[in-house]
């Protein structure tokens, strides 16, 4: 009976199986793209001088939405009563979170709870429209650095695909319309309290 010799027959199969294994297009096969760079919603700001109100990064609560602090500078007069003041959101680029506004403990820090109103202007979602003030003909009170000096906190979120460089102008104060009231029944204007915009906030 004649033997036939499989040595030649697997080595010549393996050797096939090993050429399939790259396959027939060189090793091509799909090309999968990299996933798209994560945006990263960045704040950054400076401090306040004395008499001066600005806008200041406080927390970065999730990926998209930042807490945004109202503080206000040294002043040693017992004479403010509140502050009505507007902030312009870039509609473009970021919104604000409805009811995220919470006072600070600068305008009850006698135990004093104040009045506070938040809401966009009609028409203008761009337009945050802010009154505090202290009610029931309570006294007018200082500032006390690094204790009672937050007015208020809101919060802003970031739109989904949003991309944009640090720039004042995507949150700001209106000039125009932002100033700190005395505490008489009038609520008149404190003229030398005036408001800064120094936050710049991005998302890259």
Known sequence: ?????????????????????KGGDGGGGPVVPPPPPTLTFKCSDSPQQPDQVVLRCGVRLTEDVWQIDVMIGAHPTSDIGGFAFDVLIDPMIMKYVPGSAVSGSMLFQDGEVPLLSVDTAPGDPGRLVV????TGGAPGIAVVPGTFDRIMVFDVQALPGAQFDPDPSHLRFDKTRSEALDSSIQHQPIPSITFSDQILLSNQ
């Open 1 to 21: 009976m004649r033997r036939v010799s499989r040595g030649p027959a697997v080595l010549m199969c393996a050797a096939l199986i090993g050429c399939g294994g």
């Open 131 to 134: 009154g505090i003030y202290r």
